[in-house]
Nanobody, 129 residues
Framework: QVQLQESGGGLVQAGGSLRLSCAASGRAFRTYTMGWFRQAPGKEREFVAVISWNGGSTYYADSVKGRFTISRDNAKNTVYLQMNSLKPEDTASYYC??????????????????????WGQGTQVTVSS
């Protein structure tokens, strides 16, 4: 079974950048739709971005569109989230997730947490003002 491990979180000033990585074990990774979610204290887990199995299609939450970029390298079993122009409201724990149901493309999702069946442990991102 695929296991996911996030890295790359940290403390950054507003306007700065971070790149999160999510390393996956297992060859099945390359067929999975991959998503990023985030959760701030006291708030529900929120969809951030999703990418199709081959990177050919992506979809973003409105709150990050134009600032964040999701990508993947199937040869390295890794999905990335490049975060630019960070804002204090981006502060949260960030989680990568895998949807093992094969989807040729992603359209406006999957963007609900229950649609994903594998999760990483999360990495903390803190943006100071």
């Amino acid at each position: 079974q695929v296991q996911l491990q996030e890295s790359g979180g940290g403390l950054v000033q507003a306007g700065g950048s971070l790149r999160l990585s999510c390393a996956a074990s297992g060859r099945a990774f390359r067929t999975y739709t991959m998503g990023w979610f985030r959760q701030a204290p006291g708030k529900e887990r929120e969809f951030v971005a999703v990418i199709s199995w081959n990177g050919g299609s992506t979809y973003y939450a409105d709150s990050v569109k134009g600032r964040f970029t999701i990508s993947r390298d199937n040869a390295k079993n890794t999905v990335y989230l490049q975060m630019n122009s960070l804002k204090p409201e981006d502060t949260a724990s960030y989680y990568c997730a895998a949807d093992s149901k094969f989807r040729v493309v992603v359209s406006k999702g999957p963007r609900l947490a229950y649609e994903y069946d594998l999760w990483g442990q999360g990495t903390q991102v803190t943006v100071s003002s």
